[in-house]
């Protein structure tokens, strides 16, 4: 069964430094997504990607953040310059057509656990 | 701001009992509805969806909706230990729109 992969599971980085974080959607899905989990927190809603472009963003997605679609395959999110309060679980999540029927059931990868210290 | 609601719990159940959870969101624009379970430090995996009025019944899951109430819950039959986790509600707008999730009630299931 296809499902959404994410690397690295965990990172660990000094606060100030730059983390990319890596996801490889389900392969015909058109809408990418990332959310984040502080822990005890509610899954927070951090931005929608669709056709190359940023669909959505929340308050969250400041301008330390961006992502992109490198290539065929990988959606990145990278924080430029990491603060303690970053430190949570990132997950990616996709969805969108397929085979022709459109679902909008969003399947989320493993996560990545971000520690900023 | 668009919210959802649930009883944090802990809901703790015998083996083999019904267990109950429930949610409530404010945006009348909503139009999909998620119940998703999460184990501890996994990640969302989704367990049911529902976009119409009334009941969807899937194995030992039932998910209930109420448009009007504003109003969607989770049945769980013959409870199983393997099924404490923490179970979260999630809605959207439907299509491509984001999810937005409640904080989850935990699930104890006794053995």
């Known amino acids: 069964e296809p499902e959404v992969t994410q690397t690295p599971s965990h990172q660990v980085t000094q606060m100030g430094q730059e983390v990319i974080l890596r996801c490889v959607p389900i392969s015909n899905h058109l809408y990418f997504y990332w959310y984040r989990q502080i822990l005890g927190q509610k899954v927070e809603f951090l931005v929608s990607?669709?056709?190359?472009?940023?669909?959505?963003k929340s308050e969250i997605f400041d301008d330390q953040f961006s992502v992109e679609r490198p290539d065929g395959s990988n959606f990145t999110l990278k924080i430029r310059s990491t603060k303690l309060e970053d430190s949570a679980m990132y997950f990616c999540?996709?969805?969108?057509?397929?085979?022709?029927?459109?679902?909008?059931?969003?399947?989320f990868g493993p996560g990545t656990r971000l520690t900023v210290l | 701001q668009k919210e959802v609601e649930q009883n944090s719990g802990p809901l703790s159940v015998p083996e083999g009992a019904i267990a109950s959870l429930n949610c409530t969101y404010s945006?009348?624009?909503?139009?999909?509805f998620f119940w998703y379970r999460q184990y501890s430090g996994k990640s969302p995996e989704l367990i049911m969806f529902i976009y119409s009025n009334g009941d969807k019944e899937d194995g030992r899951f039932t998910a209930q909706l109420n448009k009007a109430s504003q109003y969607v819950s989770l049945l769980i039959r013959d409870s199983q230990p393997s099924d404490s986790a923490t179970y979260l509600c999630a809605v959207s707008q439907g299509g491509s729109e984001k999810l937005v999730f409640g904080k989850g009630t935990k699930l104890t299931v006794n053995p």
């Open positions: 945006d009348r624009g909503s139009q999909s």
């Open positions: 999540a996709s969805n969108g057509l397929a085979g022709g029927t459109s679902t909008d059931t969003q399947y």
């Open positions: 990607f669709y056709n190359n472009e940023i669909s959505e």
